[in-house]
């Protein structure tokens, strides 16, 4: 039987791991500097979270989660975003009580999703996301958005667009629920079955279907941005205004909806603009979740975050061409001469590696040129050659492979000129 990768996944090869670290490392700092802390949750929770966090009507639940009964009988789901297992580890860890308010957490790990897999939709995909809980002050809307925006250019990305929207709060939903219903109301049948399901259970669903999207009644369909009360009109108008004072260009789609239950006010998307891409064009989705804490069972707290997926980012980088750092080469590569250079070098290899050195050798018995080409593949700094002569003498020949130019020296010299040669190179 021959196995294969199971559909919507992928393998992520030593050559092109260096990239994602590379990314990776980039959140990371990223965040350090906007001080949101690292959180690491399950891979899988309780169904029931999801159900309640994400919401029982979105496409999410209904259709794209990888579900399991454990041999308890409990029902288990791999999770298929971040936010409400952030949420859940929020209330169950009492962190509205911490000190520094608001709690800025963040994460990068794979979430898993039955989706239909192409270009840019995995089944398991890798996201980096924010979540800041505890304040509901648009200007951290605006540093949420701020800091989606500098990972991407900090990172080299071009032809960014930024869609901004609010879906107002409680009462705003609520009008603008109502409006929708009206409006869809007299020719639903015209619908798919889902969206007939959704008029009542959750009208603005309508507006995200993939099926229904050219049907006329789409198009003037009632905007939220004309139902939104004073407050949340307010609300917005203040995250626009500490977006234009951060020279973060937007635009603001009233037909941004998220595919996610548990948003309020402010939702935003960003999209990579040109060619070449193929069909997927958002790269980053996020946005206010006020009603989420309250709802996994903690006491009423306002947050915000995004998430963007690692796949999606490489992607739109290699369309651009933006090169990123490879794997820098070895130190050295140490080639013994003779069995008794041979018997020496495990342990001299074990010497140069705790020096801090990455250094490699032979295990195959290749003759001296095959070990010589090796060393050239490998991208190594030099060559340390040990034979009896050096032996006898305590030293190892050091060949620089770039200049050709070679001495015969101490260990100790050796590795010290070959840390110092790293050093002028800023490795
Ligand atoms: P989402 O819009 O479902 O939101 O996903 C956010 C991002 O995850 C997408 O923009 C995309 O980059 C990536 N993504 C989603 N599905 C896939 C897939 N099948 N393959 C590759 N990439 C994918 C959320 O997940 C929310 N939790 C975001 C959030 C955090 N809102 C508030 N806080």
């Not at 219903?181 to 309508?206: A, G, S, V, W, Y």
């Not at 739109?316 to 020496?344: F, M, W």
């Amino acid at each position: 039987m021959n196995f294969r990768i199971p559909r919507g996944t992928q393998d992520i090869l030593p050559e092109n791991s260096p990239m994602w670290r590379y990314v990776e490392q980039k959140a990371h700092d990223l965040c350090r500097r906007y001080n949101y802390k690292e959180i690491r949750t399950p891979i899988f929770e309780q169904t029931e979270l999801f159900a309640r966090g994400v919401g029982d009507t979105t496409d999410i639940v209904q259709k794209e989660m990888y579900t399991f009964e454990d041999r308890g009988g409990r029902s288990l789901t791999l999770r298929p975003e971040g936010t409400a297992s952030t949420v859940r580890s929020y209330v169950e860890n009492k962190m509205h009580g911490w000190a520094d308010q608001p709690v800025k957490l963040y994460y990068v790990g794979p979430m898993f999703r039955y989706e239909r897999p192409q270009s840019g939709r995995m089944r398991q995909f890798v996201q980096f996301g924010v979540e800041a809980m505890g304040s509901d002050d648009p200007a951290i809307d605006a540093e949420v958005i701020g800091l989606a925006m500098d990972f991407y250019r900090e990172l080299g990305l071009k032809g960014l667009k930024l869609v901004i929207n609010s879906l107002g709060d409680k009462e705003s939903r609520n009008s603008h629920r109502n409006a929708l219903i009206n409006h869809f109301k007299p020719r639903i049948t015209e619908f798919c079955p889902d969206c007939q399901q959704r008029l009542e259970q959750n009208p603005l669903r309508i507006l995200d279907c993939k099926k229904d999207r050219d049907h006329e009644l789409m198009e003037n369909a009632p905007s939220i941005l004309s139902y939104l009360n004073e407050e949340s009109k307010k609300y917005f108008d203040r995250v626009q205004s500490y977006l234009g004072a951060m020279n973060i260009d937007f635009e603001v789609d009233p037909g941004l909806v998220r595919g996610l239950d548990y948003y309020n006010n402010t939702a935003f998307e960003i999209m990579i603009d040109g060619a070449g891409f193929g069909a997927i064009t958002t790269l980053t989705g996020g946005g206010r979740y006020n009603g989420l804490v309250e709802e996994i069972g903690g006491p009423q707290t306002p947050g915000i975050g995004f998430a963007l997926s690692l796949e999606r980012l490489l992607m739109a980088l290699e369309t651009q061409g933006v090169e990123l750092p490879t794997e820098t080469g070895l130190d050295a590569y140490l080639i013994a001469i003779g069995e008794e250079a041979k018997s020496k070098a495990p342990s001299l290899l074990h010497t140069l590696r705790q020096s801090g050195l990455a250094v490699d050798a032979d295990y195959l018995n290749k003759k001296m040129k095959a070990q010589f080409k090796a060393a050239d593949r490998q991208g190594a700094a030099y060559t340390l050659i040990l034979g009896d002569d050096e032996i006898a003498a305590g030293t190892i020949v050091v060949k620089n492979l770039n200049s050709g130019e070679q001495v015969n020296v101490s260990i100790e010299e050796a590795i010290q000129m070959i840390i110092e040669n790293r050093q002028r190179k800023g490795a």
